[in-house]
């Protein structure tokens, strides 16, 4: 386990759950609330395009446990309420979080790997609740060809019997040229063979 370098202090006087964010040498208030979504929320984005996704909201929580699977990563990041401390096991630097009371999940600049399942785990005296994302990281440009493709797919058809014609138009003048040189090769054997009767006959 690793230390992170900040910690998240709850003001539990604040009936709207008040949390501070306390970095080095700096300190941030946020007094948001959210509501509860249910698991498996479907989330696609564009590659390279900030993501943020949230946890549920409950009263008297003690831990929230992010926890990451991916195809290049399976970790967590874990907040304790008693202590207001942070743990963390991954090492993807363009994952963060924010002492908000969704405790949101930063993924900076998503890349094709990230995608994969993100399950933010919120505990309290009752019981756990899960939130999951299944997030999908995706080319834009694909994107864009993928809804041009019906005007690109109109016009192969049109390419391919441009070139089979061109393919049939070069055999066929291949094949004149062989017919053409066959004859004139079987002419010049009977030109040779009449000139050389009319020597013999000579002599």
Known sequence: LSWATQSCITDSSNTNMSYTCQLENSTILSNETGSEAASGINMTTFRGADVVLNCSVVPDIISIVWKVNTAILNCYIALQYATGNIYSNCTNER?????T?????????????DSGNYTCETTNSVGTI????????????????????????????????????????????????IAVTGLWI?????KMKDKNERSESKT
């Open 95 to 99: 994952l963060g979080t924010s002492c």
């Open 130 to 177: 899960k939130k999951m994302y299944i997030l999908s990281v995706t080319d834009p440009s694909f994107e864009m060809s993928a809804t041009t493709s019906p005007s690109v797919l109109n016009k192969n058809p049109v390419k391919i019997r441009d070139s089979t014609g061109i393919i049939r138009l070069a055999v066929g003048v291949a094949v004149v040229l």
């Open 186 to 190: 079987l002419h010049y054997k009977t």
């Open 101 to 113: 009371t969704q405790w949101p999940l930063h993924i900076s600049s998503p890349h094709f790997k």
